[in-house]
C-alpha cells in the first residue's frame, strides 16, 4: 500500500515537474536568440495545396541565415514534392551553400475527418514526428496550419522540457483565416513561441499574435 | 475577345454552372461584351457542350494542373469562394466575382471572400442573384489588391532570432 502511495506521488511531482517545465520552456521563448551563434536550422512543415503555397511564400523571403533547411510532408502529398524541390533549385541559383531535405510522416488529418479518430491518427503520427525532430534538432519549428503540425510541435517542446534544445515554434496562421483561428492554430496557438495572424480582427481576438498584414 | 473564366475548384457546383449558362445569364453576359465563356467544372455532374450557347464561344472542362493561364486570358473571373482561386485572381489583378454556395454557409473558406468583398476587392452574390448581378455590377468600384508582403515576416523573425 504505502508502495502504490508513494508511486501516486512520484507520478504526481514528474507531472508536475512537467508542467513547470513546460510554462518555463514557453515563457523563455521569446528571449533565445538562436541566430546568434550562426546559421538557424529550420524544420518547414508543408501541409497540402493551399498551406505548401503559403508556406513556400514565406520560405521566399527568408535569408542564407536559415540553412538546413527540413521540409516535412505527409506520405499522401505528391504535389507537395514537387513545388518544394523546383522552389529550392530556383533559390539554389541565388546562393550555391543552401541545403535541404524532404521528411515525409504519416498525415495526422485528413480533411472532414472525425474528431476522435483524427486524434488517434495524430497520436499514431507522433510515433514518427518524435524520432524525427529528435534527430535533426532544428532550432526553429515553422509550420502554418496543417494537423501534421501538432505532434512535431509536440515532439519539439518535448526536447526542450527534457532540456535537450530549446526549439523555437513559429506558427503563421493561413490567410483563409479571418474571424476564427484553425483547429490547429487554436491548439498551437499557448505553446508557440511566435503567433502570426494575417488579418487584424484575429489580433484582435487573440492579443498574444503578432500581425504585420498579410504576409503571404 | 472578351473572356470569362468560371471555376469551381476541386469541388463541384453544378449550380453555378447551370446559373452561368441559361439564357438570361448568357444575355446578360454578351450585353457587356464578353464573347468567350470557359468553364472549369471540377466533380460536378455537367459538363456543358461547346455548341449548347449559341451566342458565346464555350469550353469546358473538369481539371488542369494550373488554372493559371485561364485565369491571365480573362476579363472577368467567376469564382466559387475558394482562398486559392480568389487569391489566384486578386494576384493577377482580374475583376472578380464570388458566387457563394448557400448550401455551404458555415464553410470557413468563405470568411475571406466576405472579407475581400468587404474590402471592396471582389463583387459577391449567389447562384440566384447571378443574373441581376452580372446586369447591374460596377467594376470600376473595385479597389486594387496588393500582393502580401513576406518581407515584412522575414525582417521581424531576423530580429527576433538574432539572424544577420
Known amino acids: 500500500m504505502a508502495f502504490l502511495e508513494g508511486a501516486v506521488y512520484a507520478v504526481g511531482f514528474i507531472c508536475l515537474l512537467f508542467i513547470i517545465r513546460l510554462y518555463y520552456i514557453v515563457k523563455t521563448g521569446s528571449n533565445y536568440k538562436p541566430g546568434a551563434k550562426g546559421p538557424v536550422a529550420v524544420l518547414v512543415v508543408a501541409g497540402s495545396g493551399g498551406h505548401t503555397t503559403e508556406i513556400l511564400r514565406l520560405m521566399e523571403s527568408l535569408s542564407a541565415g536559415y540553412t538546413p533547411r527540413h521540409y ?44 476522435s479518430s483524427s486524434v488517434l491518427s495524430t497520436l499514431h503520427a507522433l510515433r514518427f514526428s518524435l524520432p524525427l525532430v529528435f534527430r535533426l534538432r532544428p532550432d526553429v519549428v515553422l509550420c502554418n496550419g496543417p494537423g501534421t503540425c501538432v505532434p512535431l510541435c509536440v515532439a519539439a517542446l518535448l526536447l526542450g522540457i527534457l532540456g535537450m534544445k530549446k526549439v523555437l515554434i513559429v506558427y503563421v496562421e493561413s490567410i483563409c483565416r479571418v474571424q476564427t483561428l484553425s483547429l490547429t492554430g487554436k491548439i498551437l496557438y499557448p505553446i508557440s513561441d511566435y503567433f502570426f495572424v494575417q488579418w487584424s480582427s484575429l489580433r484582435d481576438k487573440y492579443p498574444k499574435s503578432i500581425f504585420l498584414g498579410r504576409i503571404v | ?11 463541384s457546383f453544378d449550380e453555378l454552372i447551370e446559373s452561368i449558362t441559361s439564357p438570361e445569364t448568357v444575355q446578360a453576359l454578351t450585353a457587356l461584351g464578353y464573347e468567350r465563356l470557359v468553364l472549369q467544372v471540377g466533380r460536378g455532374s455537367l459538363v456543358p457542350a461547346a455548341d449548347s450557347s449559341p451566342h458565346v464561344t464555350l469550353e469546358a472542362y473538369r481539371f488542369k494542373d494550373s488554372i493559371a493561364e485561364d485565369i491571365e486570358q480573362a476579363d472577368l473571373v467567376i469564382s466559387h469562394a475558394g482562398a486559392g482561386s480568389c487569391l489566384e485572381s486578386l494576384g493577377a489583378g482580374k475583376s472578380l466575382l464570388v458566387v457563394v454556395n448557400d448550401k455551404l454557409m458555415n464553410n470557413h473558406q468563405l470568411e475571406m471572400a466576405r472579407q475581400l468583398h468587404m474590402d471592396s476587392h471582389l463583387l459577391y452574390c449567389t447562384c440566384s442573384t447571378l443574373t441581376e448581378t452580372l446586369r447591374t455590377m460596377d467594376l470600376s468600384v473595385l479597389q486594387p489588391f496588393l500582393p502580401g508582403q513576406p518581407k515584412n515576416f522575414a525582417h521581424f523573425l531576423d530580429k527576433a532570432l538574432g539572424v544577420q
Open chain 2, 1 to 11: 475577345m472578351k473572356t470569362v473564366f468560371v471555376t469551381v475548384g476541386t469541388t
Open chain 1, 72 to 115: 516535412v510532408i505527409a506520405d499522401t502529398d505528391r504535389m507537395s514534392e514537387e513545388k518544394i524541390c523546383s522552389f529550392e533549385s530556383s533559390k539554389q541559383n541565388s546562393d550555391s551553400e543552401s541545403q535541404f531535405s524532404i521528411c515525409r510522416i504519416p498525415r495526422s488529418r485528413e480533411v472532414l475527418q472525425s474528431w
